[in-house]
Nanobody
Framework: QVQLVESGGGLVQAGGSLRLSCAAS????????MGWFRQARGKERVFVAT????????FYAGSVKGRFTISRDNAKNTVYLQMDSLKPEDTAVYYC?????????????????WGQGTQVTVSS
């Protein structure tokens, strides 16, 4: 069982930056691919970014590529999402997720464990 706790959300003006963190329990964090997803009010949860267990491979949704950066520190059991050049349309609850396979995963259904989410609000 893996428990995930997100932090770092908040209110920011358009063009600003935030860094989300997701702390994971367990001793085999490097065995898990990690992902970030987001869900805007009234919309479905969608993929944002993913990183492989060793941190070598990453993949981004087209809407955030070039603005967001996913990274991980396996020694700290933590995955990060650096969000720059934020836009109002980035407003959503952001969730981190863990997949027991180490390779990157884009599909929501691939992930086994989810955090509770953290709100990000970008004002115009």
């Amino acid at each position: 069982q893996v428990q995930l706790v997100e932090s770092g959300g908040g209110l920011v003006q358009a063009g600003g930056s935030l860094r989300l963190s997701c702390a994971a329990s367990g001793r085999t964090f490097s065995n898990y691919a990690m992902g970030w997803f987001r869900q805007a009010r009234g919309k479905e949860r969608v993929f944002v970014a993913t990183i492989s267990g060793d941190g070598v491979s990453t993949f981004y949704a087209g809407s955030v590529k070039g603005r967001f950066t996913i990274s991980r520190d396996n020694a700290k059991n933590t995955v990060y999402l650096q969000m720059d050049s934020l836009k109002p349309e980035d407003t959503a609850v952001y969730y981190c997720a863990a997949d027991r396979r180490a390779s990157i995963q884009l599909s929501i259904s691939a992930y086994d464990y989810w955090g509770q989410g953290t709100q990000v609000t970008v004002s115009s």
